[in-house]
């Protein structure tokens, strides 16, 4: 019993780091966040409700300025203030935005919202449990390999989350009638804005690569029989 403790403390307090992160992203919604009513999305939301068979999809502006959308591990559906601006400036589309919605549905719908609280703080309570146990075992490199083995756990598991998003979100777009295109454009336009402010949106940052995301949902569109367009 003895010999397994610290593994026992360990996992423990990974337990308590996770309900901490959670209870703490929660409370920076809950005070900086308010529903979107917006009738030009509201209107492409209602069509996405309607393909999803449910009364609404409700969607609420975090009032932040960074390029964001965000699945919270309670389901609920967020877009920064700042990539709200982008779209009543005109520089993104009602239908750009609404692939942004899908795609963060789709992590909802898909589970991973509570899986991906790993992207946030949960990635330090992981690799602490895991500096534990293994710098037991091995010392000196321990805390090195418990790192490594961290970042390789998240990084593997937020790509396989993304393509399964993009997958949901090219399955609904396409059923509510608005179409893959703007997906696509989408990931250009915030690829291009990158690009030129020299910082890669935040929302581009934590997915994978944009022009293997358009080759995913290409392979997508002629699985459907739906590319090339005709
Ligand atoms: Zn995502």
Request: charged content about 20%; overall charge positive; hydrophobic content about 45%.
């Amino acid at each position: 019993m003895l010999r397994f403790s610290p593994i026992l403390l360990a996992v423990l307090y990974a337990v308590i780091m996770y309900r901490f992160s959670v209870w703490r992203t929660n409370r920076e919604l809950n005070s900086k966040s308010t529903r979107l009513v917006d009738p030009r999305l509201n209107r492409l939301t209602d069509r996405m409700a309607a393909s999803l068979e449910v009364d609404q999809v409700p969607v609420h502006i975090y009032e932040i300025d960074p390029v964001n959308g965000l699945a919270a591990p309670d389901g609920r559906i967020f877009i920064t203030r700042g990539f709200y601006r982008k779209f009543q400036a005109g520089e993104i589309t009602a239908e750009e935005m609404g692939s942004v919605i899908a795609h963060e549905l789709g992590h909802v719908a898909l589970g991973h919202s509570r899986r991906r609280m790993i992207d946030f703080s949960g990635q330090n309570a992981i690799r602490t449990a895991l500096m534990m146990v293994i710098g037991r075992f091995v010392p000196f490199i321990g805390p090195w390999i418990a790192g490594m083995l961290t970042s390789l756990l998240a990084a593997r598991l937020s790509r396989q989350d993304e393509y399964e998003a993009d997958e949901y979100a090219a399955a609904l777009l396409t059923k509510a009638g608005i179409g893959i295109a703007p997906q696509k454009s989408m990931f250009r336009k915030l690829a291009a804005m990158s690009e030129g402010h020299g910082s890669a949106p935040a929302w581009l940052l934590s997915h994978p690569k944009t022009e293997e995301r358009i080759a995913a949902l290409e392979r997508l569109e002629r699985n459907w029989g739906l590319y090339p367009p005709s």
